[in-house]
Structures are given as structure tokens and as C-alpha cells.
């Protein structure tokens, strides 16, 4: 049960993500298939309209325990010498639940702007009373513009990953009391 | 700064162990060069004796890579590809990954050959290896060819010079830039 409060403006106000509610995740073509993975440990907020997130690279997590030794390695994230993934908005735009964000994108210790799409849901007013907003967001980078170019080569020749990753913010963000 | 010196050629008289004796008096004033000579002494790598601790002659290995600030590794090529006991010597240095002596460890890799081309394939193998590993591989690159020709070159100096430089840099970039 919850209550509709607004849905036309981006909330004003600070709001605090609720990480056990939110996810954020990357997909990336691998061969024939998707290969996803997930960071766990993160913070994301909405102050007066600005998202800002940060998430810690060595939370990693993957299906496999040498795989996550490898993207952490220099090859891909180099989490010893940029140990975090940040994202600070620059726009909001908002049209009904539909949601773009603008924003810097630093990963790898380097920049570039990009922007989120997806869905805002609420605010609305949870079953404890707090109240949260939801946002499902995307945006599909170029690793290898942030310095991460590893490949194989595949029989056929083709490449084995692919270079555009699919990152996802699945975000519950609680109002600040 | 102290760099260990791994040359993939097990002969006395090698001209990598050699060019790695030229490093280490063209080193840099604060860079100290060690030799490992431990190399023909790895077994051959078997899952069945990878335990802990592994064999004594291989915890040597971990140890020294361990107490080494960067790595300086000269290969020969043996057709076309890596010395068998070198690429031996990392398998079993790379175990288990996740903490293996080499992640994050800045590493350069540089090559001679009496052929033309200087051990390139050779030394290509390698970086990617030692990029699975975790390595940090240094951007450098140099292939002595004719080396038997060219021994005691000044370009040859040079060029290690400016790998040790490069590797210098790659270790400690605070003190780069």
C-alpha cells in the first residue's frame, strides 16, 4: 500500500539511497552470450535535484572469484590505483515517470560525460512511513574509453567482449527525515 | 627502489641474463637490480603439489617477486612464443590468483634474439600473461635483434635506460609526474 505524492517534478529535498533496495550492475556481449556482474557496496543521493553515486570497485562481484581477481586487476578497473566509480549529474529531465539524467562518469581514474535513461517511480510513501522514490536507470558506455582494452580473439576471429557495457542503476532512494 | 631481474634463458652465457647484467648498471641512482637465478630449479607445474606452502624453490620465487617494488623480466623467443620453464616459473608464481605475488606488481618486459626481430612474439606472449596474472605491464618495449652482434651498444644502454624509466615510472607515477 503507498501513497502517489507527485509525479511530475524531480524531487527536491535529500534522499539517501537504501542499498539493500537498489542494485547497480553492468552487462557487457561476451562470445555468444551477456556476462553481468554487480557492485555492492555503493552510495547514491539526491540533494536538491542533483544524483550523485559512488561505488567501490574491490565489492566486484562476478560468478567466479577469478574473474573478479581479473577485473580488478590493471587490465580492467585497476581497483589499487582507482579503487571507486563515481557519477555526479549535471541535468535532470523529467517527463512524466520517463527520467534523463546528465552526468560525469568517472571510472578508471578518467571522465566522460554520459547519460542515464529509464523510469522514476513516486514518490510515494512506504508501509513504515518513510518515503522513497524509485529510479531504474541505464546507459551503455565504451570501456575502452576508459582504458579498459582487454580482448581475445575468438576462432572466427571476432573479438570475444564486446566493447559497449550496459550499466544499470536499479535505485531506492528514502527521503531524509 | 629494489627491481628483481628475471631473465627466461637458463644458459650461462645467455645474452638475457646478459642485457639484465646491462640493466643493472645502467639503472637509475635509487634503483637497485637482484637477479633471480632460481629458475631452473621450478618444477614443473603440477596441481597435485600446489598446496600451501607450495615447493620451497617456488615460495622463493613468490617471496622475492613479493619483496620486489617492479619486476624486469628478459625473454628469449623459442619458437615463435615464451621459454617453457619461464612461463612454468609464472604459472606456478600465479597461484592462487587472487593473491598471487604478481597483481598489481609493475612489470616490464623486454627481449633479444639473434634473429631480427628481438624476441617481439616472445615478449608479446608474455604481457598478455602477465596481464592475466594481474600484472601492472609497463608500456615498454624492446627487442635487441643480432643481439650476439650488438653486445655493449650504446643504443642498446639506451634502450634499457629508458625502460628502467618507464618501469620507474609505472611503479611509483606520484613521483613521475
Redesign the interface.
Known sequence: MSTTIEQTATPTGTWNADTVHSSLAFEVPYAVATFSGEVTDFEVSLTDGALAGKARIASLKVKDENLETHLQSPEFFDAERHPELTFISTAIRREGDSVEIDGDLTLKGITQPATLTGTITGPAVDHFGATRVGFKLQTVIDRTQFDMKWNMPLPNGEPALANDVTLKADLTLVQEA | MKVLAISGSLRADSHNTALLRMAAEEAPRGVELELWQGLKEIPPYDADDDGVPGPATVEALRDAVRAADAVLIATPEYNSSVPGALKNALDWASRP??TNPF??KPVAVIGSSTGAFGAVWAQAELRKVL??M????AEVELAVGHVHERVDEEDVRAGLRDSLEVLVATAQ?ALAA
Do not use: D, E, I
Open positions: 590468483l587472487a597483481r598489481n596481464g592475466a594481474g600484472a601492472r605491464v607515477p
